[in-house]
């Protein structure tokens, strides 16, 4: 009886501090446009939860599959930040009108979707798997494996080419997406 009671105690914590990751997620696909309830996409991110936990769990090698989660988030996040640190600090010099954002997109001064950002983390993308060496076949890149004997430097490159591509793209295809402060975000 008391091994029940110790158990529900420790199931408890993780639970608890999980709501707000499955929560969190159900608003993140929420703000992307999705056409269903709250709760509806809140279920999915649960499920979505689960089965990824599970799959962990049934590993051979919990330690070189967390390893290899790892290696993929590495290999998108580099060119985000690229992009994103490209656009805040040069591009727009940090300059933000934050109410701006939370307006329709179709009457927002930053518009909906940047296409050249896209198009920049693609190409940061790209060229970070070229340099990936991880656990994971698919995500090796050729010259990483070929020409840097597996030193894996994606993050470097990721980020460097991502945010030089959004630079360079920036002018011509985002530059109606760059509008002046109004407000607050003047001083």
């Given at each position: 009886?008391m091994?029940?009671?110790v158990?529900?105690?420790?199931?408890?914590?993780?639970?608890a501090?999980?709501i707000?990751?499955v929560?969190s997620?159900?608003l993140?696909?929420?703000?992307?446009?999705?056409?269903?309830?709250?709760t509806?996409v809140?279920?999915?991110?649960g499920?979505?939860?689960?089965?990824?936990?599970?799959?962990?769990?049934?590993q051979?090698s919990?330690a070189?599959?967390f390893?290899?989660?790892m290696?993929?988030l590495?290999?998108?996040?580099?060119?985000?930040?690229?992009?994103?640190?490209?656009?805040f600090f040069?591009?727009?010099?940090?300059r933000?009108?934050?109410?701006?954002?939370?307006?329709?997109?179709?009457?927002c001064?930053?518009?909906?979707?940047n296409?050249?950002?896209?198009v920049?983390f693609v190409?940061?993308?790209?060229?970070g798997?070229?340099?990936?060496d991880g656990l994971?076949p698919?995500?090796?890149?050729?010259?990483?494996?070929?020409?840097l004997?597996?030193a894996?430097?994606s993050?470097l490159?990721?980020?460097?080419v991502?945010?030089?591509?959004?630079?360079?793209?920036?002018?011509?295809?985002?530059?109606?997406?760059?509008p002046?402060p109004?407000?607050?975000?003047?001083r």
């Amino acid at each position: 009886f008391m091994s029940l009671l110790v158990l529900l105690m420790v199931l408890h914590g993780p639970v608890a501090t999980n709501i707000l990751n499955v929560y969190s997620a159900a608003l993140a696909a929420l703000s992307m446009g999705l056409r269903l309830s709250r709760t509806a996409v809140a279920l999915i991110a649960g499920v979505v939860g689960y089965v990824v936990t599970v799959y962990f769990v049934f590993q051979p090698s919990f330690a070189k599959a967390f390893d290899n989660w790892m290696i993929s988030l590495l290999l998108w996040m580099s060119p985000w930040a690229g992009v994103v640190l490209a656009d805040f600090f040069i591009a727009r010099r940090g300059r933000i009108d934050v109410a701006e954002l939370y307006r329709d997109p179709e009457r927002c001064a930053y518009g909906d979707v940047n296409w050249g950002a896209i198009v920049a983390f693609v190409v940061g993308l790209v060229a970070g798997w070229s340099v990936e060496d991880g656990l994971v076949p698919a995500l090796q890149g050729p010259i990483s494996t070929r020409l840097l004997g597996g030193a894996d430097l994606s993050w470097l490159v990721g980020i460097v080419v991502a945010g030089g591509a959004y630079l360079s793209l920036g002018r011509r295809v985002a530059s109606v997406a760059v509008p002046q402060p109004t407000g607050a975000a003047r001083r």
